[in-house]
C-alpha cells in the first residue's frame, strides 16, 4: 500500500456507533470522516471525493442504506471504492439486499473490533488492487494509442510511397515527350505557351511526388468535418 493515509467514510445515524467505528479504524493509520445520514453523506462525497472505503449502516432514517450504497456506486469511479455495511439484523435477506445492491461485505452488530479492522484491511488492500489495475489500464491504454498511431504512421507512408511510384513513371514519361517537342517539333506560338504550361504543371506534380515520398501521419491535416487530408506543403527555413 502506498505512505498516502486511506480516506474511510462511515456513515450511521447513531453518533455513538460513529465514534466506535472511528476509533476502532483510527489503529489502522487511516483518516476518517463521518456522515449522520445518508444525504448528509451523498453532500459529502460530492465536496470531498470519493472514500477508499465506505462503511455503512443498513437501518438509518431518510435514506436506508441499501439506498445510500446505490446511489453511491452509480457515482463516477465508485465502482472500485468497496462497502461494508452494518446491520443489527442478522438475516440472510438483509445480507443479500446489501450485496446485490453494491456492497462487497458485511458485519452484524455488536461487532468484535478486531474483525472490523481485519475486514477493513482486507477491503483495503482490495482498493489498493483496484487503483493498481485501473493505473496499469490506463498505461495499457496509452500504449495501445501510440502503437496505433505508430502503425497508422508506417501505412501512411507505405501508400504514399506506392502512390508516388506509380505517379513517377508516368510522369517522367510526360517530362521526356515535352523535351522531344520541344526540340524536334515545330509550334507556333500559342502552342507554345500552351506546352510551357503543360510543363510546368508537370514540374509541380514532379515535386508533389517527391514529397509524397518522406510523408507520414504526422503530414495529415485533420478537418471540422473529421476528414483527414495529407498535407504535403513543407515549412521554408
Known amino acids: 500500500m502506498t505512505d498516502e493515509r486511506r480516506k474511510i467514510l462511515i456513515v450511521d445515524d447513531d ?24 444525504p448528509e453523506a451523498l453532500e459529502k462525497l460530492e465536496r ?9 449502516d443498513v437501518m438509518m432514517p431518510v435514506m436506508t442504506g441499501f ?31 446489501g450485496l446485490d445492491g453494491g456492497a462487497d461485505d458485511y ?12 475486514r477493513v484491511r482486507a477491503l483495503l488492500r482490495v482498493r489498493e488492487l483496484n487503483l493498481h489495475l485501473q493505473r496499469k489500464n490506463e498505461e495499457l491504454a496509452a500504449m495501445q494509442e501510440k502503437l496505433v498511431a ?7 507512408g507505405e501508400l504514399a ?10 510522369l517522367a514519361a510526360i517530362l521526356l515527350n515535352i523535351h522531344l517537342v520541344e526540340k524536334f517539333a515545330t509550334i507556333e506560338d500559342k502552342g507554345q505557351s500552351a506546352l510551357h504550361a503543360i ?37 521554408t527555413t
Open 48 to 56: 470531498e471525493g470519493l472514500p477508499d472505503v465506505l462503511v455503512l
Open 107 to 118: 458485519l452484524t452488530k455488536p461487532f468484535h473490533y478486531e474483525e472490523l479492522q481485519a
Open 67 to 97: 439506498e445510500v450504497c446505490r446511489h453511491f456506486k452509480a457515482l463516477p469511479g465508485a465502482e472500485l471504492v468497496p462497502v461494508i455495511m452494518l446491520t443489527a439484523k442478522d438475516s440472510i435477506k438483509d445480507i443479500v439486499s
Open 161 to 170: 510511397g506506392a502512390a508516388a511510384h506509380e505517379l513517377g513513371q508516368p
Open 150 to 156: 505508430k502503425e497508422r504512421q508506417a501505412l501512411v
Open 15 to 38: 453518533a455513538d456507533t460513529r465514534g466506535v467505528v472511528s476509533d476502532t479504524l483510527f489503529a489502522l493509520g487511516v483518516e476518517t470522516s463521518e456522515a449522520g445520514s445518508g
Open 199 to 235: 510543363k510546368q504543371d508537370t514540374k509541380r506534380m514532379k515535386k508533389i511526388v517527391e514529397e509524397l515520398r518522406s510523408a507520414d501521419a504526422q503530414s495529415l491535416t485533420e478537418y471540422a468535418t473529421g476528414l483527414k487530408i495529407l498535407s504535403l506543403k513543407r515549412e
